[in-house]
């Protein structure tokens, strides 16, 4: 079994778990895989995942390993890059025998028509959300990767990048003000890649754990992994002039250490992002309106008419934007029709209330018209 003490074991031991320190190992993780060192597998962290193989880094270095003995019916369970696995290492090809559980990941739904989930990364301790300055800002866009990354149990921040293209301070700083009001309780740091600012506060923030970069194709993500990096791992093509968008420059999800600390998955650009059971995480997202929505008088208040709605009077007098509500309302929508689609019971319950909805609306329907008269 691997020694997972300090006082035993030098860091420097290609051969011992401590080369996974850079990496994330910890005595949680040395838990989880003590089953498994007794059957002679070795732990080792997945650091990029295509057509059915891994790259997975282990003590004694990377291994390139097959993912088809742990490859499930569920998409849930996928290899996925920052997974920790147990790894037959002798064999060739080398083996991914099992996975350790998960501590968070970032899930979205896909667009298939039974609403799978599709894990982007797993084990993040951030999630980096960037978004470009380069185009108008989208807070309902904000809103939803805030919402994605509080659900998959990551602790959300949000880069501004490109900032060097705002050359009017004041007009940053109301930039940087309105995103926060789309995402209380998550930290705003404008960042430019050309001028380096931002980068050395953004270094420190990621310099522990894993933390994994969102965002739109053009946001500007492979540039900045490539600073944080401090050398060229990932292409950066122009975006369009016409649109402010990019190609997909990024085609894989990669684990990369970080020369300050900590490692970095970079992803490809997301086009559409698709919440998948984030009830928890539009709450966290929208955390102001669930405050509010305490003080009702009515707990199964809707926030449309009902007296005594303290959300409705917050948009009264104008702390609460009308805009946040309406984001709110339609992504609880959305998430609702997800769990509709995958859970029978509550299909059939919305099911039944649409139809109790619908026959109410003709019966109003006709005592507006009156009765009709007969020929």
């Known amino acids: 079994m691997f020694n997972t003490s300090n006082e035993s ?51 004694s270095g990377t291994v390139r390993a097959d993912t088809e003995l742990v490859t499930p019916r569920d998409p849930m369970r996928i290899v996925c890059t920052g997974d920790w696995a147990a790894v037959d290492a002798e064999g060739d090809p080398a083996y991914v025998r099992t996975l350790l559980p998960r501590r968070t990941a970032l899930v ?26 380069a185009a108008e800002l989208d807070l309902g866009r904000v809103e939803r990767f805030t919402a ?17 293209l705002v050359s009017d301070p004041a007009a940053l700083a109301h930039l940087v003000s309105d995103t926060g009001t789309a ?12 001028t380096g600012e931002g980068l050395d506060e953004l ?3 990621l310099a522990s754990g894993t933390s994994v970069l969102l965002g739109q194709s053009g946001a500007g993500k492979s540039t900045l992994t490539n600073a944080l990096v401090g050398r060229a791992v990932q292409d950066v093509h122009a975006i369009r002039d016409s649109d402010g968008k990019g190609r997909h ?3 894989t999800r990669d684990l990369l250490a970080l020369p300050t600390g900590g490692v970095l998955i970079d992803t490809p650009g997301l086009r559409g992002v698709g919440l998948w059971d984030a009830e928890g995480g539009v709450a966290r997202a929208f955390a102001e309106i669930e405050e509010l929505a305490e003080r009702c008088r009515f707990p199964d208040c809707a926030h449309r008419a009902e007296p005594g709605c303290a959300v409705l009077a917050a948009i009264d007098d104008g702390s609460l934007p009308e805009r946040r509500l309406e984001s709110y309302r339609k992504l609880l929508r959305e998430n609702e029709r997800l769990a509709a689609r995958t859970d029978a019971r509550l299909r059939a319950e919305m099911r039944r209330d649409w139809k109790q909805r619908q026959a109410l609306g003709r019966h109003m329907m006709e005592r507006k018209r009156g009765p009709m008269r007969k020929p």
């Not at 599709?118 to 084990?123: D, E, P, S």
């Not at 149990?153 to 900032?163: D, F, I, N």
């Not at 995402?183 to 960042?191: H, K, N, T």
């Open 203 to 205: 270094r420190a923030l």
């Open 148 to 164: 994605l990354a509080w659900e998959s149990g990551a602790q959300p921040l949000l880069v501004l990048t490109k900032a060097d």
């Open 249 to 251: 420059t990024t085609t």
């Open 108 to 133: 979205r739904s896909t667009s298939s028509k039974r609403s799978d989930g599709q894990v982007l990364a797993a084990n993040a301790d951030h999630a980096v959300i960037a978004v470009s300055l």
């Open 183 to 194: 995402a209380p309780g998550v930290r705003v740091l404008p960042v430019s890649s050309a």
């Open 9 to 59: 074991s030098d860091s420097s031991d290609s051969g011992s778990p401590h080369a996974l320190t850079a990496y994330g190992w910890d005595d949680g993780w040395a838990d989880a895989f003590a089953p498994y060192a007794a059957q002679g597998l070795v732990p080792g962290r997945v650091v990029r995942v295509d057509r059915g193989l891994c790259d997975v880094v282990t003590p």
